[in-house]
Structure formats: structure tokens, C-alpha cells
């Protein structure tokens, strides 16, 4: 019992040191304002910026005019922290408000600088001060507090890959590199940028996934969870291994920042080549027949195809079998989003998800996965409908006529006349034939020399006959 009892203060004394309020004095919004220009207040790295539209930010303003007008106090709390032996102060909630009260002060200091300098100082504030033993504890706080505007799924996610060390310097020549790479491929295909900050986030995210499923060589085909909403329970020690930022974080600390910048490198040549192919096999399908003056592919199309691109890389699945899945796929959604059946089920794309491979392929009657197995130039057992004790045979030979139409065969004989055995065969019937054409070479040239020896006799004979020599 006295054991038990010890654990449990052990337990309290833990969460009370864990974050303490230093203290929590009522202020004014000039103060903040002061704070935050001087930078007295910092903003951590897992901050995000001005993430306000402009319905928010008038109605904030509309606020703080009516407000400063009867000395009222402004709802909600400023929420600032510091880090255990570090004085240094950040805020962690009420950075929104803090932005656009500066924005408020500067709009009103062309009038007058003491109008604006009163106005804010007739608008009273609540501020917390905590104390964290690590950043890990702040983050969690910055996520649970940040109910005001709230967090897309790659500003929560963000916050893992600050983990990072010199998080700066990732952010500008990895993470934003891959941004402008992969925003320059949609422009290329025709597509406009959004400006919305909810899809440009979850791009962002799926740009992660694509890169994750490469770095990786992920061969399964299943779902990276780039669309669906994230939840606290995803953050918790159980769950947080899973996210995409973590799995990121894990493979980047094996790697220095050259290595990384060299990885994009590569992931964007690759990305380019992938694009091209799209570009190649949309321009070559006729649209005459379809309806809908359909002018390029989506968003949710190119970015789930080069999924797609991913996994076929991933598992070394021949180019031809891949250029014709690419091909019976535009041509069943028109480069739309979505794929419909003949019994009008319809399978819409989601971002980095492949669970849906399998569906999609049955509507389409386009299989990429049966290609799985072919390992250069070997061909593998493949998961099909046959009795048990037969393999699809190709008809022609496969190391001579490549990809083709197969037949059910036993699979003891399919495997006794592999690709090995043909190649082999194929071998021996060049080196056979290299033979030949080198004997016919050396006769014709002996045949030539006798010719010749022959012309030169006749020659000196008719000579000696008509000169008497």
C-alpha cells in the first residue's frame, strides 16, 4: 500500500512539473502588441503564420473597434510558455490575434500614433504564462489549445517533423523544394494552384505520402491516410509512429541534409519522367467519342496515378504492362476523379490511397498488379484464378517477343522452359549463327582470291600466244 501510494504522488508531482502555470496577469492588447514587435515573445518553429481569411480578420477588427470604444475586455486567452532553465518567451495560442492587432496598430497609426496607441490600450486581455521540461510537452499544449482557427491535418503533422535538428534548413531545401516541384507539375499539366488553405495543406501532406512511399519501397498496395481527418488519439505514444511525418522523420535521421537534398533531386527526375508518360498517353487517346469537352486530368487523377507510378516502381513492374493500365484508366474516368461500373457503382480517387487498386482494376478490366512478379527479366509466381498446379504461359517466347497474350499450362513445364532456359537457347542459336556468317566470310574471300589468280593466268597467257613471249 505504501508502495502504491508513493507511485501515485510519484505520478502527480510528475504531471505538475510536466507544464505549470508561471502566472496569469490581466494585461492589454498594446502590451501584447509591444511584445510580439519587439520580440519579446517569439514564435516556435511549430508555429504557424497568418492563417486568418479576410472574413476572420474584418470581423476581428469590427471587435477591437467596438471594444476600444467602451473599454470592454476581449474574449479569450493569450496563451505564452517558457522552457524549463531557458527565459526566453513564445507564444502558444493567440498568435492569430496578436498578427492582426498589429496590422490593426499600423492601419491606425496614419491617423495618429497615440490615437492607435489608445485604442489598444482600452482593450483588456487574459495571459497565461507556463513552464515546460521539454519542447515534446509544449507541442502537445499548442495542438489541444489551438481551438480557435482550426489545424489542417499538415499543420498538426508539422509539428512532428520540427523534431528534425535545424528544422529551417530541412523546411527550405526538402520539404518546400518538394512543394515547388510537385505545384510546377500541376501548372505543366494544365491546372491552376489553389489558393485555399485546407487543399493547399492537404497537397502538401499527399506530397509527403508520394515521397514516403518512394524513400521506403513501400510494394503493398494500401493507404497512407492523406484525407482523412486527424484526431488527438493519432498524436498519442501509440499512434504517432504511424503518421506520415513521423515515418518521415525516421528515414530523414539516418540522412544529412546534402543526402536529402539529393534524394528530392532523384524523387523529382523521377516525378518528371512520370508526368511526361501521363502527358504522352493522354495526348494519344481520341476524345472525339466522349461528350465532355474534357481539356486535361485532375488534381486527385495525376497525383493517385503517380501513386500508382510509385508502386509500379516499387515492385519493378514492367514499363509496357504499366503504359497500358495508364492508358485503359484515363480512357474509363476521362481524367476525371472517379471510375463508374456498368452496375453504376462509382470508386472515387483518394489521395495516396491504394487500397482501392483492387476495385478500380475490376471496373476497369485493367490489371497493373498481375504484372507483380516480374523481376528482370525473371518471371514469378502470380496470384490468378487457375487450378491449383498451372501458371499463365506465355504463348510466345517472353525473353524474345517480350509482354504477351499467356494460356493456362502446367507448371511443372512452364518453369522447365523459363526465361533462363530461353535465354540460353537464344544464346547458343546467336553464337551458332555468328559462326556461320564468319565461315561463309572466309570462303567467299578464298573463292574471291582464286578468282582473281585465275583472271591474272588467262591474262598472261593470251599475252605470251599474241606477242610470241
Known sequence: MQEESKDKKDENETKEIRARIVSAPTSDLYAI??????????????????????????????????????????????????????????????????????????ELSKTSITYAKQMLKHIAVSVQHFEYINEKEARKDFVNLNQGTSFTNYEQGRTILCDLPDFDKWEKHVFDVLDMAMDGNAKRLGLKISSSRCKSDKLKRDNMALLLRYLIKDKEA?????????????????NIGKLIESRLVKCFSEMDISEAKKTIHEFNRFVDAEIALIETVWEEIDKKEWHSTVQTVTDAT???????????????????????????????????????????KVITYKLSDLSMLGGIQEHTKAYLDKAVGYRGGKRGRRKTQLKSGYDDAHKKALAIHGEGDTEPAPASDNRSLGVNYISKKLKKTKKVDKVEQKTKKVRKNKQDKQDKNQIEMSFKDNFEDNFGI
Open 302 to 344: 495525376w497525383r493517385w496515378l503517380l501513386a500508382c507510378a510509385i508502386y509500379r516502381r516499387n515492385n519493378n513492374i514492367p514499363r509496357p504492362a504499366h503504359k497500358e493500365f495508364l492508358k485503359a484508366i484515363l480512357i474509363a474516368t476521362k481524367g476525371r476523379s472517379s471510375v463508374s461500373s456498368k452496375d453504376n
Open 222 to 238: 494500401n493507404s497512407y491516410r492523406c484525407s482523412c481527418k486527424l484526431t488527438n488519439s493519432d498524436f498519442n505514444d501509440a
Open 33 to 106: 502588441y509591444e511584445n510580439y514587435n519587439n520580440k519579446h515573445w517569439l514564435t516556435p518553429r511549430w508555429q504557424r503564420g497568418d492563417v486568418w481569411n479576410k472574413r476572420k480578420k474584418k470581423d476581428f477588427k469590427e471587435t477591437i473597434m467596438n471594444k476600444a470604444e467602451v473599454g470592454d475586455h476581449l474574449p479569450g486567452v493569450f496563451v505564452i510558455f517558457n522552457l524549463k532553465g531557458n527565459k526566453q518567451l513564445y507564444i502558444s495560442d493567440g498568435l492569430q490575434r496578436t498578427i492582426n492587432a498589429k496590422n490593426i496598430y499600423k
